[in-house]
Each structure stands twice: as structure tokens, then as C-alpha cells.
């Protein structure tokens, strides 16, 4: 069956996108050449120009793209298990994969800085699909109700940002299992298991160690 005119164009706007994602992740924003992604992708620089206006456009398409893996990823992971515990593993194992693959993209992605507004929108988005977690996972008593959900969301967002980015330049210490591990664990002792600190009105529970001031 002879490929369509439409499914050509694309297949080539794909592999545009791809070589975009490949030579932004590489070489930054400012970096990138417009040849270097024609030539990544198979194309001729006029051809990429037929489909995107600029680097800016292009590089808006990646991130756009980016972010719906990355939803997409984050809501099949709410449904791959019958448990909270499956799920949270499931989330994790998918953005450790996609820090693992593609870590200078993940870092453009999470960089919710006040440079591009499609940057915060990726985390603004991610943010919220855990604030509805939160919000029902307090409902249902998992999460603590001593949190605001909103402000917890942003804190764990951040934290699985800023390990991720450590560990891209530091692979060896942590397989991607363990570091798996060391998420599902802070997320579940950090927001979901632990209760509200001792003391009243969030005061802290007075010190005990041994060594410690009196």
C-alpha cells in the first residue's frame, strides 16, 4: 500500500522532532544548530524549514512532545497496579528511565525557571496530577492531613528533580533499581507514611540523642 503525501510529512515531522530532542539534549538551546538537527534527522535544512518557522518553534515542539511522554507515562503508571505501592514504584521506574535515556532533555524539561513558560508548564503539570494524589490519598487517610497538598507536591517534585540531576552526573553511585528505591521510600516516609512532627503547632520534638544540648 503506497504511503500517503500526509503520512510522509509526518513521518518527517516526527523524525524532525526526534532530531530536535536528540541535538537540544546534546547541546543545549543556545548550542544547537539548525544543520545539525536537518542533518541528524536525514533531511535538508529547507525541508525542516517547511515545517517549523525557527529553532525556537521547533524546540517548543520537543518540549510540548516531552511533556505529554511524560504525562502519558505518569498516568499509565496510576493504573498499572491494584496498590498505592505498585503505582508509586511504577512512576518512579518511568522518570529514573527517562533521566537515564534522555538526561539533558529531562533537565531542559524540569528546569522550571523564568526563561521559557513551556518549561514551568511541564512542571506545573506534573506537579498537579500529584496534588490530586494528595488530595485523595488524604481522604482516604494515606497521606497526611498535617500537609498542604499543594506545597507537598511542589516540595517532592523538586526533591525527584534534584536527585535525578545529581545522579545523571553521578551514575555510579546508585543502579537505577536502588536509586528506584531510594525514591519510592522517600516519597512514602516523607509525605505518606510518617505523621505530623511531635509537639503542638508543628513545634519539634525536643532532642534526645545522646551528645545532645540541653
Not at 69 to 88: F, K, N, P, Q
Request: glycine letters at 10%.
Amino acid at each position: 500500500m503506497a504511503v500517503s503525501r500526509k503520512d510522509q510529512k509526518d513521518a518527517t515531522r516526527e523524525r524532525l522532532v526526534s532530531a530536535g530532542a536528540t541535538i537540544f539534549a546534546a547541546d543545549g538551546v543556545q548550542g544547537a544548530r539548525i544543520a545539525d538537527i536537518a542533518r541528524e534527522a536525514g533531511v535538508a535544512m529547507g525541508t525542516l524549514y517547511t515545517h517549523f518557522a525557527d529553532k525556537e518553534a521547533l524546540f517548543l515542539e520537543v518540549m510540548r512532545a516531552g511533556k505529554q511522554s511524560v504525562l502519558e507515562g505518569l498516568a499509565l503508571a496510576r493504573e498499572s497496579s491494584d496498590t498505592r505501592e505498585g503505582r508509586d514504584r511504577a512512576a518512579m521506574e518511568g522518570v529514573v528511565a527517562f533521566a537515564q535515556i534522555y538526561g539533558p532533555l529531562f533537565r531542559l524539561m524540569l528546569s522550571r525557571g523564568a526563561g521559557d513558560p513551556v518549561q514551568r508548564e511541564v512542571v506545573d503539570a506534573i506537579t498537579a496530577l500529584r496534588v490530586a494524589e494528595l488530595i485523595e490519598g488524604q481522604a482516604e487517610g494515606w497521606a497526611r492531613a498535617d500537609l498542604d497538598p499543594e506545597a507537598a507536591a511542589r516540595c517532592e517534585v523538586g526533591a525527584v528533580f534534584h536527585l535525578l540531576d545529581w545522579w545523571i552526573d553521578n551514575p555510579g553511585r546508585f543502579t537505577p533499581a536502588a536509586l528506584v528505591e531510594q525514591l519510592c521510600s522517600v516519597r512514602r516516609l516523607g509525605i505518606e507514611g510518617a505523621g505530623p512532627l511531635a509537639g503542638s503547632a508543628g513545634d519539634l520534638p525536643p532532642a534526645t540523642a545522646k551528645g545532645s544540648m540541653s
